[in-house]
């Protein structure tokens, strides 16, 4: 039954969670498709409307296609109040590269993480957060800790202890082998090289 509904560009969905029972649901591949093209979706509150009446829900799993990856195969909601707390995944949006010094001195930005699990309350969930890489020297970085977290948001990770790097600006690698100084090979060495073996010779 499943594979015929999704013959026919259905995408199956289940809405659970809030004191209710489990609700399975069918939508458009189309329509889903078309919201998915907004990074909102994946963490801001959504509003679904089944059977005419609304609920409030949080995008919380997203099954793809094998390798028809903009084919969804199932989607899972949960319904939630905008005072729940929740723990989400929200991206990271890296700006000021433009004029940032280690760039500008030939240094290039490294991503090192692209989102972040944060705990809130669903109603302060923010679509991402910005990371300012307009101050970054080379063999600078910014760490979790350095992060503009609005208020009511904590970071999952920094709470257990891990400040891990977010942003690095550094030289690529071959300017760096470039820039070291190259050892000559020693007298002995190139002697050896040179000189003709007398056998040969023969």
Request: hydrophobic share 40%; with cysteine; charged share 25%.
């Amino acid at each position: 039954a499943s594979r015929r509904l999704r013959r026919t560009e259905k995408v199956l969905g289940v809405v659970y969670g809030g004191g209710e029972a489990a609700t399975s649901i069918m939508l458009e591949q189309r329509q889903v498709a078309k919201a998915l093209e907004h990074e909102a979706v994946y963490t801001h509150i959504l509003t679904l409307k089944i059977n005419g009446k609304t609920q409030k829900v949080v995008l919380r799993d997203l099954q793809r296609h094998p390798y028809k990856n903009a084919s969804i195969l199932h989607m899972d909601f949960l319904r939630v109040n905008e005072s729940d707390m929740l723990n989400m995944h929200v991206p990271l949006h890296f700006v000021g590269a433009d004029k940032c010094p280690g760039v500008l001195n030939g240094g290039i930005v490294n991503h090192l993480i692209s989102d972040v699990e944060v705990r809130c309350q669903a109603g302060k969930l923010p679509e991402h957060i910005d990371v300012d890489v307009s101050t970054l020297e080379l063999d600078e970085s910014i760490h979790l800790s350095q992060l503009k977290i609005p208020a009511g948001v904590e970071l999952v990770m920094l709470n257990q202890g891990h400040d891990l790097s977010v942003v690095g600006v550094h030289l690529p690698r071959q300017a760096k082998v470039d820039d070291e100084e190259v050892i000559p090979a020693s007298p002995e060495v190139e002697a050896t090289k040179q000189a003709p073996n007398k056998e040969d010779e023969k």
